[in-house]
């Protein structure tokens, strides 16, 4: 306890104050995000935008796919000109695109808006992890990075949360809440946050950019590294379904009313604090179980694969979140989300730290923060790689509104095209209505005949090829090999 003690009285204020501002960003981040698919593809009606599921698909998967990317370079920018003023400069651009999201209606201008979010994200995103490192040193430097990792998670709970309660207001709520969280991290950094001790960049702004890109060149010659980072972005393309996917597929085809009913039976107060006015759980509150397992148990877990190889680790880990993404499309009852989110989020708790560790164990002594930087890229592919499956792939086997469209076909129902005027619940209402149906029957009508609890085919086996592909690479590249040789 006492050297707890010691350790504590280490950090410094500016180490707190970047915890707290990672707490915010994620808060924010997450709180959009968790809620993005719904509110790109959503009925009009409801105040969402109507997009189709390949815009969203494209739209979300390049531009996060570009946010992961850009830090390879971008932690250039805040070595030479400051982190507090690129911190400055990213927090303008992380606040003034959260608010406009909730503006724009037409695509074009909400991929610009997006992309002009992420590129401020893309600012912010290295200089924290930075700051903490040069704020600890060798004895709290283990305890501190457990603090960050913890703040990560607990603004990435608390944010979907808020964002849940608000949309039901309006949508715009969402992201003016975004904007505020941000402006509060301004607010902090102006008035207590002190730029770290740091070597201060010479020469011009490109040649510094492209010394970083030719970092990451060096570093991705390394064949055995090069292959280890393609592999990986199988699992980020699994894992990114949460967001991209699952939360689109709950609120279609999932019944989260009996989860309010069991709530409801336990504590009727606490089921209409969380729940919907129409008796449903929202699909960004079920998928957002995740963060709070991992909070919960990501300790215990990590205590308990630590004496495992990384590379066991993440094979065991992969294969197990496989399973769970896969049963988490596999139910309309939202009862075995519960239990289909534990299995994912116990996989993901396994293996997606053991990547970081493993990472600096392949990696030459000389070279580990440059491993480092480039084990940002599968992140980039993964994320790319979902937007495009949760697009047209879901879209052909899972989209309702797609499968409607050619129940109605064959039916020769004769709808109005969705419209600005006739938004897609005018759609599934008059479809329901011309075959003599409630709009529950006519769910269920979909299921059976479409099947569109398939796609869970799909994502599994990404995953199951990623852990099968991770234990050929270690037992026909890696067994028996020194790290970074």
């Known amino acids: 306890m006492r050297r707890i003690e010691r350790v504590f009285s280490r950090f410094p204020r500016t180490f707190w104050v970047a915890n707290a501002m990672e ?101 912010f995103k290295p200089i924290i992890a930075a700051t903490v490192s040069k704020t600890t040193d060798e004895e709290s430097s283990s305890i501190g990075f457990g603090i960050y990792y913890m703040m990560v998670n607990i603004g990435a709970f608390i944010g979907p949360i808020f964002a849940s309660r608000l949309r039901l207001i309006s949508w715009e709520h969402v992201f003016t809440m975004g904007a505020a969280v941000i402006l509060v991290n301004l607010v902090l950094l102006l008035l207590l946050f002190r730029e770290p001790a740091r070597e201060k960049a010479a020469g011009r702004v490109l040649p510094d950019l492209a010394r970083a890109l030719g970092h990451v060149g060096t570093a991705l010659r390394d064949w055995k590294f090069l292959t280890f980072l393609v592999i990986v972005v199988g699992f980020w393309t699994m894992y990114m379904q949460l967001f991209y996917t699952l939360p689109v597929f709950i609120d279609q085809w999932v019944d989260t009313g009996v989860v309010y009913d069991a709530l409801k039976a336990v504590s009727p107060r606490f089921a209409q604090a969380v729940g919907t006015p129409e008796g449903t759980i929202s699909a960004e509150l079920m998928t957002n179980i995740d963060a709070m397992y991992i909070i919960l148990f990501q300790v215990l877990v990590s205590y308990g694969v630590m004496r495992m190889r990384p590379l066991n680790a993440m094979v065991a880990g992969i294969f197990v979140s496989a399973l769970g993404i896969g049963l988490s499309f596999m139910f309309q009852n939202g009862m075995f989300l519960f239990v289909s989110i534990f299995i994912f989020g116990i996989g993901e708790m396994a293996s997606s730290p053991k990547i970081t560790e493993y990472v600096g164990r392949i990696a030459p002594q000389d070279k580990t923060a440059l491993y480092m930087g ?62 003599g149906m409630t709009p529950h029957q006519l769910t269920d009508h979909l299921w059976a005949t479409y099947h569109p609890q398939n796609i869970w085919m799909l994502f599994t086996a990404i995953g199951v090829a990623t852990a099968g592909l991770l234990w050929l690479f270690d037992r026909m590249v890696m067994r028996d090999k020194p790290p970074g040789k």
């Open 23 to 123: 707490l915010l960003e994620r808060w924010a981040w997450y709180g959009m995000f968790m809620v993005l698919a719904l509110y790109l593809t959503g009925s009009t009606d409801t105040g969402a935008l109507g997009f189709s599921q390949q815009q969203k698909g494209l739209l979300m998967g390049t531009v996060v796919a570009l946010l992961y990317f850009l830090p390879v370079v971008t932690g250039a920018l805040a070595d030479r000109f400051g982190y507090k003023r690129t911190l400055i400069l990213a927090y303008v651009m992380l606040a003034s695109g959260y608010y406009l999201m909730g503006q724009v209606r037409s695509y074009p201008m909400m991929y610009a808006v997006f992309l002009w979010l992420a590129l401020g994200a893309s600012l």
């Open 374 to 435: 480039a084990s940002f890229l599968p992140l980039a592919g993964g994320n790319f790689l979902a937007g495009l499956l949760s697009g047209g792939p879901f879209a052909r086997m899972s989209d309702k509104i797609t499968l409607l469209g050619e129940e109605a076909e064959i039916r020769r129902l004769d709808l109005p095209p969705i419209s600005d005027g006739f938004s897609s619940n005018d759609y599934f209402m008059m479809a329901a209505e011309r075959m």
